[in-house]
């Protein structure tokens, strides 16, 4: 047996770390394949209530389907005119961010052979509701500022799970868009 051949890394954390490894090795030699488009669709019920569906996206070469539509729902609280039949749609940014980095932390994990047993976070995000209502020119519409605690157990020292934290806040895609912006456009069919 050849002492310097690298061992595979088992399944870990619910992470098929085998097919991640892969999948990362395929994609490195094939860029196309890492060209992703995701959408979500969305419908107004009432008030300020709407749903999104999910269902179906772009990737690996060609078009791509969930196992099955999601749903997601957004309305506001009764204390800003709404019915609070779901979330809002600021909480539901923060729930991408802590989703996006947990999912991170749990492949990264995996990919370095360290056993979690706890990861929880709390996502908060400070806000002033007079930019959004139109009273001051002067406040930004969205979050000021968000801030993201993270507990992590796991079967590797704490700074090695630190780093694990670390290189996910680092690669999070949902960060990226916060932190650095993103064009977006808005298109209108009005009838």
Known sequence: MNAHAKVPRPPLN????????NTIGVVAGQPDLAKFRFKAENEWIAG??????LYSFYGAGGD???????????DHPAVLCGADNAPTPVEWLLHA??????????NIAAARG???????????????LRGILGISDEVRNGFQNIRADFEIEGDAPPETLRKIVEQSRSRSAVFDVLTNGVPVTVSVKAA
């Open 64 to 74: 791509q389907a969930h196992k099955a539509t999601f749903t997601a729902e957004g």
């Open 97 to 106: 961010l802590a989703t996006c980095i947990t999912a991170g932390i749990g």
């Open 114 to 128: 360290v056993k979690l047993t706890k990861v929880r976070s709390k996502i908060e995000g400070n806000i002033d």
């Open 14 to 21: 619910g992470v098929d770390t085998p097919a991640l490894l």
């Open 48 to 53: 300020t209530h709407s749903r999104s569906a």
